[in-house]
C-alpha cells in the first residue's frame, strides 16, 4: 500500500469547513484512497472513498488532484461533533493475503472549536 | 443496534494470564477484521477471515496470538501468557464481500490492560 502524509493536527471553527489535507506522492493506478475518521474511545468510522474523480456523500467531500498525488477531504460545515483523528489510506481493492488489511498511519487530530 | 459488537468492553489481567476477546460482526457480513491500537497510534492488522478460512494470519505479533472463526459468524481472539506490552485496544471490524472491499464496519473495540 502506499504511504500517505498527513499534519498531525488541525483547528477549524465550528460551522466552518474543514479541509484535511493528504499526500500520496508513491499512489499506483489501481488504489484508491480512503478516509475513515475516529473520535475518542470509538472504533473508526469509514467516511469515503475514491478513485480519481471526486467524490460527495452525506458526510464529506473528497477532491483528489489530477495527478492523484494528493486529496482533500472536506467537512463543509463542521460540528464539535467531527472532533475526531481522520486517517487518509490509499490501497488496493482487489482481495489477496494481507491486501485487505487497512494500513492506518497517525492520522490528522480535527480539533473542531465553538 | 445491529452494528459490530465486541466483548468484553474492557479486561484487567495479570501479566502471565491467557485472555480470550469476542467479536460478532454484522450478521450478513462474510469478512471480519482483527486490529491492534496502542496509544497514539492507528490501528494495526493482525488478521483476517472470509467466512471460517482465516486468510492471513502472517501479521499477528507472536505465536501467543491466535484467532478463530469456527462457524463463519462470531469470531474470538485469544492471548496467552499475556504481557505489559499487550495492553492496547484490540479492535474487531466486519465487511461484506464484493461491497468495496475497504468499507469496513468497526466495533468499540476492547480494551485490555496487563498488570
Known amino acids: 500500500d502506499a504511504k500517505t502524509t498527513q499534519p498531525p493536527s488541525m483547528d477549524c471553527a465550528e460551522g466552518r469547513a474543514a479541509n484535511l489535507p493528504c499526500n500520496h506522492s508513491?499512489?499506483?493506478?489501481?488504489?484508491?484512497v480512503y478516509w475513515y475518521r475516529q473520535i475518542h474511545s470509538q472504533g473508526p468510522q469509514y467516511i469515503i472513498h475514491g478513485l480519481k474523480n471526486n467524490e460527495t456523500n452525506e458526510m464529506a467531500s473528497l477532491i483528489i488532484t489530477e495527478d492523484r498525488k494528493s486529496s482533500t477531504l472536506i467537512l463543509p460545515h463542521a460540528t464539535l461533533r467531527d472532533t475526531a483523528v481522520y486517517y487518509c489510506i490509499v490501497s488496493s481493492p482487489y482481495s489477496g493475503g494481507g491486501a485487505d488489511g487497512l494500513t492506518f498511519g497517525k492520522g490528522t487530530h480535527l480539533i473542531i472549536q465553538p | 443496534d445491529t452494528g459490530v459488537s465486541q466483548d468484553p468492553r474492557h479486561k484487567i489481567t495479570k501479566r502471565g494470564q491467557n485472555v480470550t476477546f469476542r467479536c460478532d460482526p454484522i450478521?450478513?457480513?462474510?469478512?471480519l477484521y482483527w486490529y491492534r491500537q496502542t496509544l497514539g497510534q492507528g490501528p494495526e492488522f493482525l488478521t483476517y477471515?472470509?467466512?471460517?478460512?482465516?486468510?492471513?494470519k502472517s501479521r499477528l505479533l507472536s505465536d501467543r496470538f491466535s484467532a478463530e472463526r469456527p462457524k463463519g459468524s462470531f469470531s474470538t481472539l485469544e492471548i496467552q501468557r499475556t504481557e505489559q506490552g499487550d495492553s492496547a485496544m484490540y479492535l474487531c471490524?466486519?465487511?461484506?464481500?464484493?461491497?468495496?472491499?475497504?468499507?469496513?464496519?468497526f466495533g468499540p473495540g476492547t480494551r485490555l490492560t496487563v498488570l
Open positions: 450478521s450478513e457480513h462474510n469478512r
Open positions: 477471515f472470509q467466512n471460517e478460512a482465516q486468510l492471513e
Open positions: 508513491t499512489i499506483s493506478g489501481n488504489e484508491y
Open positions: 471490524a466486519s465487511s461484506l464481500m464484493g461491497g468495496s472491499l475497504k468499507e469496513q464496519f
